[in-house]
């Protein structure tokens, strides 16, 4: 975790967001805060330009306290660590949104059974811990499975209703 001070940031000249894509470039290339394109006049086709320190320059916490943090037209840059702390925490390894809400995304793929049978084991499982959430939490199964489900309700809601249309 890096906690910025921010008062000391703006005492050099420097925002948070400064640092924040200072530190952005360094580990995951410049496209992530601007893009920059290369146009190949020969044949048309642009190419998109990242800038990104080599991972063996960044292996190490003593090495990422040397990422040099600068703007534009700034005369020296400042190195992290003279700006922000750094701890150890723990943090979801990939946090996602649906509608709005924060969600765990769990994969899971059908190999040599059919859908059906996995959906079942699916809804045994979320059934066991569905009780265990708080009433903020919930479960949901999206994607094919869900899919499944819906076609299977309209396609018995179409055999259960009666024909309209059928005169004897």
């Known amino acids: 975790m890096v906690d910025t001070d921010r008062t000391l940031a703006q005492q050099v000249g420097l925002t948070e967001r ?3 894509n200072s530190l952005l470039i360094s580990l995951t290339g410049s ?7 290369w146009l190949n006049y020969k044949n048309g086709v642009s190419y998109q330009v990242i800038v990104q320190t080599p ?25 992290l660590s003279n700006l922000a702390d750094f701890h150890r ?9 649906y509608n709005v809400q924060p969600v ?3 994969y899971a793929s059908v190999q040599g059974t059919d859908l059906g049978s ?10 066991k811990y569905q009780g265990q959430l ?11 499975v869900q899919s499944m489900n819906q076609a299977f309700a309209q396609l018995a809601l179409g055999i259960a209703s009666p024909c ?3 005169t004897f």
């Not at 925490?89 to 949104?97: M, Q, R």
């Not at 708080?134 to 199964?141: L, N």
């Open 18 to 20: 400064d640092v924040a």
């Open 31 to 37: 496209g992530a805060t601007t893009t920059n394109f």
């Open 55 to 79: 991972q063996h320059r960044v292996a190490s916490l003593d090495e990422l306290h040397r990422t040099p943090v600068a703007i534009a037209g700034q005369s020296s840059p400042q190195l």
């Open 89 to 97: 925490t723990t943090t979801p390894l990939s946090l996602n949104h």
């Open 104 to 106: 765990f995304d769990v």
């Open 118 to 127: 996995v959906s079942s084991g699916a809804a045994g499982i979320v059934a």
């Open 134 to 144: 708080s009433k903020a939490s919930s479960i949901v199964v999206r994607g094919q």
């Open 164 to 166: 309209c249309s059928c």
